[in-house]
């Protein structure tokens, strides 16, 4: 709908669990964003990346690595989360970061419950 | 505390009439975002402002922002229930990043 999708759109994963979240963009952007959205909190940066480099990590703890091959794609690997990790986990991108900031376009999110 | 909060947290009308959401912010902008998400869903994009404009229209949506006083405004006009959704402002404090605020949920009854 936006030209970012992302998957799985839903992950129930155990605290011992190892999993991946994924981005791609269709849009010849060069940066990706990942946040997090928990109920009645506002939306939360995670990391920026722009042209392939990490430009932002928002002090989020170590159990979230994020990973970005490319332009077009952004990866979330997950590994011993807490049940307070569960949230809607949603990607963006934008034709730079950093420049005056222009609209970001977002992904559908990944609905992650962990058990 | 956050850069961006909107008032009202929650908003409901009646289709045709027209919704009024605010922001505040606290520090300086380069410019202003408006953003809709459906529930459980991504954000759209609806507007930008820059920080040298007063108002800017698009369809049914005006936005205003008044930097003297850091607040910015949204009102959709003619209001339709596919409207129904959360609507965030998100600002760039001078950084290059976006912070977003809390949201107003808008409701439209038909």
């Known amino acids: 709908e936006t030209g970012v999708t992302q998957t799985p759109r839903h992950l129930v994963m155990g605290m011992t669990n190892k999993k991946s979240l994924k981005c791609e963009q269709h849009l010849g952007h060069n940066a990706m964003y990942w946040y997090k959205q928990s109920a009645k909190k506002p939306l939360e940066l995670m990391f920026v990346y722009n042209f392939k480099e990490q430009t932002e990590n928002n002090s989020v703890p170590s159990r979230f690595s994020p990973e970005c091959p490319n332009s077009s794609h952004l990866f979330l690997h997950l590994h011993t989360l807490q049940p307070e990790d569960s949230a809607l986990y949603l990607c963006?991108?934008?034709?730079?970061?950093?420049?005056?900031?222009?609209?970001?376009?977002f992904g559908p999110g990944t609905r992650l419950t962990v058990t | 505390s956050q850069q961006g909060e909107e008032d009202p947290q929650a908003l409901s009308i009646q289709e045709g009439e027209n919704a009024t959401m605010n922001c505040s912010y606290k520090?300086?902008?380069?410019?202003l975002q408006w953003y809709r998400q459906n529930s459980g869903r991504g954000l759209v994009h609806l507007i930008l402002i820059r920080s040298n404009e007063r108002e800017k229209h698009s369809g049914r949506l005006r936005v205003t922002l008044d930097t003297s006083k850091k607040s910015s405004s949204l009102l959709i006009t003619a209001s339709r229930a596919a409207d129904t959704a959360s609507y965030f402002c998100a600002t760039d404090a001078n950084t290059d990043k976006l912070i977003f605020g809390t949201g107003t949920r808008l409701q439209v009854f038909p």
């Open positions: 963006a991108s934008s034709q730079e970061a950093g420049t005056g900031f222009s609209e970001q376009y």
């Open positions: 520090t300086s902008i380069n410019n």
